[in-house]
């Protein structure tokens, strides 16, 4: 199900040691993590709390509708392409093929289509998400782009360091528990010199004040919620403004 470079790289949550395949369940000592529906749960902690269980029983059962969602208020409402958005957001990150890269919160999928045209197939593709129902969907609508599904915590990412060529992570970040940790853990699991990037929602200074903004705070609390501070662990860093000033995009290399 894994490709053997993942199954190398696959860490627990909570210890950060290796685990082994043992039939269906990933394993080391005293802890077992399970195979279901051929997506990996490696979720820390178990029970979830405040924002993190707040939103997850939202995207889980919003799941199914959440790209139509997406692309049809942003038309309606504020006039944005989400689809030429998403591409744009895409070709800032300067992917390369034969790369491995983690996408982070990849929703429903509608990133990773634009991700593995730019890696190519000999590229390694891993998402994770928090939310088995987007899982779900990502597996539904994007089964033939061989991605890689995993059941986790981006605050507590199952990875040992330094795996990955690049991270992406568009949307979410907002409105985890803790933000900051989140981004420390994108870091870690980076090679050096590799991709770090996040984004999320966030109106560009110039964004004119109206009721368009008043809404989407209203719809969508993360437009009210600070960005994240970029740590000094990151250098050549570019923040770029997205869907037509409504979101930020942070690429950056780790140092």
């Excluded at 429903?108 to 088995?132: A, T």
């Excluded at 991709?195 to 560009?204: A, L």
């Amino acid at each position: 199900m894994y490709t053997n470079w993942l199954n190398s790289i696959i860490r627990c949550p909570e210890t950060l040691k290796a685990l082994q395949r043992n039939g269906n369940n990933y394993q080391s000592e005293d802890r077992v993590y399970k195979v279901k529906n051929d997506i990996l749960s490696l979720v820390y902690p178990a029970e979830l709390s405040g924002d993190d269980a707040k939103y997850n029983k939202f995207y889980n059962l919003f799941a199914p509708l959440y790209d139509l969602n997406e692309r049809v208020m942003g038309k309606l409402l504020v006039g944005v392409d989400m689809v030429k958005g998403r591409k744009q957001i895409i070709s800032f990150l300067g992917l390369k093929p034969g790369m491995r890269i983690l996408e982070v919160s990849p929703g429903p999928g509608v990133f990773q289509k634009y991700l593995r045209n730019d890696i190519g197939e000999n590229g390694e593709l891993v998402s994770l998400d928090l939310s088995m129902g987007m899982l779900r969907q990502c597996q539904k609508l994007n089964k033939k782009l061989n991605v890689q599904l995993i059941h986790g915590n981006a605050q507590f990412l199952p990875f040992a360091d330094n795996s990955f060529d690049a991270l992406f992570h568009f949307g979410g970040v907002n409105l985890f528990n803790n933000p900051q940790k989140a981004i420390s853990e994108f870091i870690r699991v980076v090679k050096k010199d590799g991709i770090v990037s996040w984004g999320d929602e966030g109106f560009s200074e110039d964004y004119k004040v109206s009721a368009e903004k008043k809404i989407m705070i209203k719809i969508n609390p993360g437009f009210a919620k600070p960005r994240p501070i970029i740590p000094d662990s990151l250098y050549d860093v570019k923040e770029n403004e997205v869907y037509d000033g409504l979101a930020y995009l942070i690429v950056a290399k780790k140092r």
